[in-house]
């Protein structure tokens, strides 16, 4: 059995607390009053719509307000609900979260006079436990995700009352619409990753990700957790969690959907940066083929910029990962975002082209190729005809190559009418003046 005398302490202390609140306020209203018996100028009158601050009395509880908002008895139902919600039972909590929620989406004001009352840990508190009633549950988290909208300190309440730990261990036992709001309400904290506010992302990144990968989240609430994972991912010190367990695989994975695609990408290009994330993904079986099929999607530049963007981060000073790309087929798509993609996929796609000429060149060096210059003693001399005849060839073989390439390209993109003036393109421009 609870100790009935803590319980009746720790009621005391709150109504004591409210009291004394409650006191100050009553003592500046009296200040203002005093001060408003002064004779005033007629340009100082107030105006008939002045927001003059007033008390309503209830009890022995009174809340300061202004004229314009008791009119509508919008703070006598807030005093109302912050009373039940610290000392009502489990369905007066229920009705004060609902009416908290509604007076919430009002205005920033009122949501931060809310959490001065103390309406964030007992909203908290709703949201977990060993008895859970879901009902009750979607109200405290719709309730928070509107007091956290607009306010660095609620949200920074939020975490410090414990909510982190409250969240359900198996967010697939939970339906698609409160996985959603859980969603919103977790993207709404990530955002103190980018403050200086403390906060222990690992707690957060499993609970996301495991929304991600279930099969029941709609693409909708998959939108939302990647809007997690990318505020989580622009802090440094999240790198590790992120690529130790199995995120990268999940985003790679959700970076193949259109739908999606975007958020992925940009998630994981914060990741290769880091040399832990660039590592996962180095030895990742997805990689560069998934990145590679998603450079050919010309209706999402953005995606292609992205995809390119890894790419090179990953080719850079790495021959292992070029030439995985080289057998994956990177060039002739390479060449044709070069071609046909947005004016920085171009810049990109081109950088990656020079890496894979360059490269090719320091192989051929003095041991394969025709070499001028460097000949046997005992070896016959060449003639300058038979010099030529071989850049001419050589010339040829790249042309044709070139053709096949845009053929490809050019059919691709639906572009059959300007084959011809592409190929004309090719045809008329020096070999030495294509990036590859």
Known sequence: MPNTSTTSTTSNWYLTCIKLRFFTKVRRFLQLKAASKKPLKPSDQPRENSDTLIVIEEGEKGIMGKESDIKDNGWMVLQKSVKKLHFGSSEEKEVAAKEIKKLAKEDLKRRKLMA??????????MIGGSEVVVRRQ????QALVELSSGSF???????EAGILSRLPPKPDNLDGNTRQEFAELILSISSLANTQFNMDSSRIIPFVVSILDSSNSSVETKSTCLGTL?????????????????TVTTLLRLSSLKEVSEK????????VVTLMGKKAMEENPMVPESLIEIMTWEE???????????????AHQSSIQREKMAKSGIVPVLLEVALLGSSLAQKRALKLLQWFKDERQSKMGPHSGPQVGRMAIDSPPVSPRAVDESKKLMKKI???????????????????SDCSRLKSL?????????PY
């Open 138 to 141: 979607r109200l405290a988290v």
């Open 153 to 159: 300190t609620n949200k920074a309440l939020m975490v």
């Open 264 to 271: 992925a990408l940009a998630t994981l290009g914060n990741l």
């Open 398 to 416: 790249v042309k044709q190559s070139l053709h096949k390439n845009m053929e490809t390209i050019t059919s691709r993109a639906n572009g059959a």
């Open 116 to 125: 001065e009352l103390g309406v964030i840990p007992p909203l908290v508190a």
């Open 426 to 434: 090719v045809v008329s421009s020096s070999s030495k003046s294509l």
């Open 230 to 246: 990318y505020n989580l991912s622009s802090v440094l010190e999240n790198a590790a969690i992120l690529a130790n367990n199995g």
């Open 300 to 314: 999402k530049p953005k995606c292609q910029e992205l995809s390119v963007y890894i790419l090179m981060i990953l």
